[in-house]
């Protein structure tokens, strides 16, 4: 919606800045600190004026105080009691003030500093940095000079400054306060009135030839600090921390991505772990800490991360035993089914007083249920007078604990003999010897259980993995040079490598992120590429080395004199003068990075720096055609 204007209050002095705390307005004016009441916005009323003895410019609220500046003067305020603001006693400034700013705890425009926050001031000649421990009497603990008036300062976030001096901006590390430094600067052609930062952006009135103008700059994240995210002690504990695990809920945008790290002894050495991973540490500890570093390739994302929590296994719980499953034999009972032809014995010869034979009842199928445990043989009662043979179940032993049901196999009805005429009845009548095989109908009460035999394992083939390829583009490149020992290098097109002159020696450092790498994949092959586009005219070949960068280093703070160590020794390749990518195997070195091992970056020098001659490669920074430095590794997951 459009702003609307809702009301017009006059005031008994020119004003110049404003500034809200409550309800009520503080104004910076010509006849000192303007203070209106701004209960009802479309009804807001002046006051009064609390005199200082000469004319304000700007004011800050932070805190319970207000801070204002004019001409060579800081004042501060104490708001205690809203309606009646208390001046301290007058600081007296280094120059004449154009702006000012808090860069600290509860200043919406910055992130929290440890410590106490401070007042930055822009003065004609640069920046003063005041320390705000006692409130309501600044103290000045640090200075940076700059080669023309500073007009207006702004909090990019904790220990950065953005300041507009001239045609261009100027971002400052301010970190540690008694040593602020130019950490880069942006030439923004017209003259530099105002610049202030609103989320991921700084907007930049300029005033040239053709006007007033407004200008946007991009503030990415990997120009400071912010990205980086380090608790505090988590756990103070009276026994070793041997391992961890760190769970976190990401919001990281389209473009972000993040690497996390535990320590185990209060940030000296970090493992990397990826989201909802443990880290086993090599040595035992009792100050777990985590670390997150954010990252994002689009400058109008902020990758954010929520609920972090980490759970720690002790020392003491590695000698307790853990619970080992015994597996368990599974009981088999097979479900064979036997049917046993049975032979009748013969049936013993009786006299009878009847020629004709007596008809043999065939016997009744019974159908049987599920056997008991002990089968019980079971006589059939006929009423012929030849004996009929019982059929006698036979109960197998069984290696088997528990029987399957058996199934009963469908009765077969056995028919019955025909009746035999007898020959001419005698005295004696011989009987005829009948042998009546009998089919039997039921099947045998008890199953027979077959011992199960252990199956045989068989090896499964191991599935072969795929070896991946990836080539990474570097997060951070730079250069140092020890003719400008104090010169950030971190915004270079060109990385220069090798010796000018005795006095002018370059080194390249760069910092790639393996995050993508799962955690102790097996590397089969890495290498560094770096693409050559200028060189001295001799000598022909240069001898350059590679090594591991062994301290933390930042891309756009980093010089000659706060370069890091470096180790390694004979990973050397002759560098022509030919355009191309020159390539160093770091096999070995990525290993240990996709193991856990501290990343901190590679170095290229020269093997000879007493030799005169240089390379010039291309950076992450380069225009068209791009050929940034990359690292091409390929693993097995």
């Known amino acids: 919606r459009a702003p609307q204007r809702v009301a017009a209050i006059s005031a008994p002095a020119a004003l110049s800045d404003v500034a809200a705390y409550g309800r009520h307005l503080l104004a910076a004016s010509a006849a000192g600190l303007g203070l209106y009441d701004a209960y009802y916005p479309a009804q807001t009323r002046f006051r009064r004026t609390v005199a200082v003895g000469s004319a304000l410019e700007r004011v800050v609220v932070h805190g319970n105080h207000a801070y204002a500046v004019g001409s060579t003067r800081l004042v501060a305020f104490d708001l205690a009691d809203p309606a009646n603001p208390a001046p301290g006693s007058p600081v007296t400034l280094g120059g004449p003030a154009a702006d000012l700013m808090v860069n600290g705890r509860g200043d919406p425009s910055a992130v929290a500093l440890a410590g106490e926050p401070y007042l930055h001031v822009a003065v004609q000649n640069g920046l003063e940095i005041y320390s705000l421990a006692n409130p309501r009497q600044p103290v000045r603990v640090g200075v940076y000079t700059t080669s023309g008036p500073a007009r207006s300062v702004s909090a990019v976030a904790a220990g950065w400054a953005l300041l507009a001096v001239g045609n261009r901006l100027e971002l400052l590390d301010v970190r540690d306060p008694a040593r602020p430094a130019l950490a880069r600067t942006y030439p923004v052609g017209d003259e530099a009135r105002l610049a202030r930062r609103v989320s991921d952006f700084a907007y930049v009135v300029r005033q040239g030839s053709g006007g007033a103008s407004l200008g946007v700059l991009a503030l990415r994240r990997s120009f400071f600090d912010r990205g980086i995210i380090q608790s505090g002690r988590l756990y103070a504990?009276?026994?070793?921390?041997?391992?961890?695990?760190?769970?976190?809920?990401?919001?990281?945008?389209?473009?972000?991505?993040?690497?996390?790290?535990?320590?185990?002894?209060?940030?000296?050495?970090?493992?990397?772990?990826?989201?909802?991973?443990?880290?086993?540490?090599?040595?035992?500890?009792?100050?777990?800490?985590?670390?997150?570093?954010?990252?994002?390739?689009?400058?109008?994302?902020?990758?954010?991360?929520?609920?972090?929590?980490?759970?720690?296994?002790?020392?003491?719980?590695?000698?307790?035993?853990?619970?080992?499953?015994?597996?368990?034999?599974?009981?088999?009972?097979?479900?064979?089914?036997?049917?046993?032809?049975?032979?009748?014995?013969?049936?013993?010869?009786?006299?009878?007083?009847?020629?004709?034979?007596?008809?043999?009842?065939?016997?009744?199928?019974?159908?049987?249920?599920?056997p008991a445990a002990t089968p019980t043989p079971t006589a059939t009662v006929t009423s012929t007078a030849t004996p009929v043979a019982t059929p006698t179940a036979t109960a197998t032993a069984t290696s088997t604990a528990t029987p399957t049901r058996t199934p009963t196999p469908t009765a077969t009805r056995t028919g019955t003999p025909a009746a035999t005429p007898t020959a001419t009845a005698t005295s004696t009548v011989t009987?005829?010897?009948?042998?009546?095989?009998?089919?039997?109908?039921?099947?045998?009460?008890?199953?027979?259980?077959?011992?199960?035999?252990?199956?045989?394992?068989?090896?499964?083939?191991?599935?072969?993995?795929?070896?991946?390829?990836?080539?990474?583009?570097?997060?951070?490149?730079?250069?140092?040079?020890?003719?400008?020992?104090?010169?950030?290098?971190?915004?270079?097109?060109?990385?220069?490598?090798?010796s000018q002159s005795p006095s002018a020696v370059g080194r390249a450092l760069f910092r790639f992120d393996l995050s993508s790498i799962p955690l102790g994949a097996a590397v089969l092959n890495a290498k560094f590429q770096a693409y050559l586009v200028q060189s001295s005219p001799a000598p022909a070949v240069l001898d350059v080395e590679l090594k591991r960068v062994d301290a933390a280093w930042q891309e756009l703070v980093v010089t000659w004199n706060t370069q890091p160590a470096y180790t390694g020794a004979n990973n050397v390749i002759g560098v022509g003068a030919a355009p191309a990518y020159y390539d160093w195997d770091v096999t070995t070195l990525a290993q240990t990075w996709v193991n856990g091992a501290p990343n901190r970056g590679l170095a290229l020098l020269s093997k000879d720096e007493a030799t005169i001659g240089w390379r010039g490669f291309a950076s992450r920074e380069s225009s068209a055609p791009a050929n940034p430095p990359r690292l091409v590794i390929t693993y097995s997951p």
């Open 237 to 370: 504990v009276s026994e070793n921390i041997v391992g961890a695990r760190f769970t976190v809920e990401e919001d990281l945008g389209r473009h972000g991505y993040a690497n996390y790290y535990l320590s185990n002894n209060g940030g000296a050495n970090w493992l990397r772990v990826p989201a909802g991973g443990s880290a086993l540490f090599t040595t035992p500890g009792r100050d777990l800490r985590w670390m997150a570093v954010l990252f994002t390739d689009d400058p109008a994302e902020t990758p954010r991360i929520r609920r972090p929590l980490v759970s720690y296994l002790p020392q003491s719980w590695l000698g307790r035993p853990t619970p080992t499953p015994v597996p368990t034999r599974t009981p088999t009972a097979t479900a064979t089914s036997t049917a046993t032809r049975t032979g009748t014995p013969a049936a013993t010869p009786t006299p009878t007083a009847t020629a004709t034979p007596t008809r043999t009842p065939t016997p009744t199928a019974t159908r049987t249920g599920t």
């Open 431 to 498: 009987p005829t010897r009948t042998l009546t095989p009998t089919r039997t109908s039921t099947a045998t009460a008890t199953p027979t259980f077959t011992r199960t035999a252990t199956p045989t394992r068989t090896r499964t083939p191991t599935p072969t993995r795929t070896p991946v390829t990836v080539a990474l583009n570097p997060i951070a490149d730079t250069y140092v040079y020890s003719a400008a020992p104090a010169t950030n290098y971190g915004a270079a097109a060109v990385l220069y490598v090798g």
